[in-house]
């Protein structure tokens, strides 16, 4: 399994020479199976557009799409992405539907004027819909199984597994609060546990959670009770504030370090960037 991050950023695209280590870009990763090098990638922040222009140079024309939820920072590269105005893209497009409707029609709705030139029913790939909010499904022989979020107007977070490796993507999920439709603590280490990679959002100090509790997003002192829980071989922070300078996000990977040495773990912390990449 190989897993490259395009987007790491949470809310709102950022720009700028303080912003170079972790990246500007909103959340998108990109997941190639081992069996066939299959193409997943994992929601359509501002990242997936790079991630477009690459597969095009690559000629690669089929991809499954996975969506943890459609708040903005999520989907607002998905008109951007270059693949689908080509007639021979074949697109399998993954997501949970809401009391705001399925993913197929949050889409379209923000193609729609007075928002976006192209309307959406003027695709030319071949979009393939399927829902996936329960149990597990298979993708070139890579499993994946799902777990609602702790966030507000709800989500999925995912857990891929190919052979004895495993990788847990839970973004936007708040780990002090339970959200409508998310779980608690333990239903959290479950999902997580003896993963060999596990990606969390952290958005937060601990000093700034209690004045922003039910925002939708974890401090990284609470992720890291997570890790521990769920004893996982490595944990990166993700979804970094758009206000955050690459100092500032320095800081909170010394600062996890430091938490995971003084709870006597060698467990290893990092965050992400949207250079990053690794193979399971």
Sequence with gaps: MYIRCWGARG???????????????????????????????????????????????????????????AHWDHILGFPFFKPLYLRDSVIDLYGCP???????????????????????????????????????????????????????????????SEGDTSFVFLTDNELGHVHRGGRDFSEYVAFCAGADLLLHDAEYLPEEYPQRKGWGHSSFDQVVELALAADVGTLGLFHHNQDRVDADVDDIVARCRALLVERGSDMKCFGVSQTWTTRL
């Design 11 to 69: 809310s709102i695209p950022v720009s700028g020479p303080e912003y170079i280590k972790y990246g500007g870009d909103t959340a998108c990763l990109e997941i190639r199976t081992g069996n066939s090098d299959s193409v997943v990638i994992v929601d359509a922040g501002s990242g997936v557009r790079p991630l477009s222009n690459s597969l095009i140079r690559e000629e690669r024309r089929e991809y499954t799409f996975l969506f943890t939820h």
């Design 98 to 160: 809401t009391t705001q409707g399925n993913m197929q029609t949050l889409l379209a709705r923000t193609m729609s004027a007075p928002y976006f030139p192209v309307p959406f029913d003027e695709l030319r790939a071949d979009i393939r819909y399927g829902e996936f909010c329960r149990d597990a499904m298979m993708l070139d022989g890579m499993r994946v199984e799902c777990i609602p979020l702790s966030h507000p107007n709800m989500g999925v977070g995912f857990r891929f």
